[in-house]
């Protein structure tokens, strides 16, 4: 159910993902925010088919129409200082844990992580906040 929090925090407010969790209410499309929190969202890796269960049909069509227009015009952000690194200058890895971009010279890396999974600091540390 973790990874169903942290993926749905992308399109929802904490708030209303962990409402919806614990009470198996289908979130409604007005909750359903816009490119917020999205970049996440993309990728091959990530399948978005386990959050359908706490959506209304018109919330599942809204977040499917948002991360097309991710995928169509992706723009990455740093989660650190969220300034953009979509060019080869602002080097960055993704966090295995909440998938947030992290740009090296933003966490103080000089070269790529050495192990497989990479966590930044505030999943490590267990700051980041889901719920």
Do not use: H
Request: with cysteine; hydrophobic share 35%; charged share 20%.
């Amino acid at each position: 159910m973790e990874r169903e929090r942290v993926m749905l925090s992308w399109f929802v407010d904490a708030e209303t993902a962990e409402c919806s969790i614990k009470s198996a209410t289908p979130i409604s499309s007005d909750k359903v925010m816009g490119r917020t929190g999205t970049s996440a969202a993309t990728g091959d890796n990530v399948s978005l088919l386990c959050l359908r269960k706490y959506l209304s049909a018109d919330a599942w069509a809204m977040v499917q129409s948002v991360v097309n227009e991710v995928n169509s015009e992706p723009v990455w952000y740093c989660v650190t200082c969220t300034g953009c690194i979509n060019d080869d200058e602002n080097i960055s890895v993704a966090c295995a844990r909440c998938l947030q971009w992290t740009q090296f010279k933003c966490d103080g890396m000089k070269s790529a992580p050495k192990g497989r999974c990479w966590f930044c600091a505030n999943c490590k540390s267990g700051k980041r906040q889901y719920y």
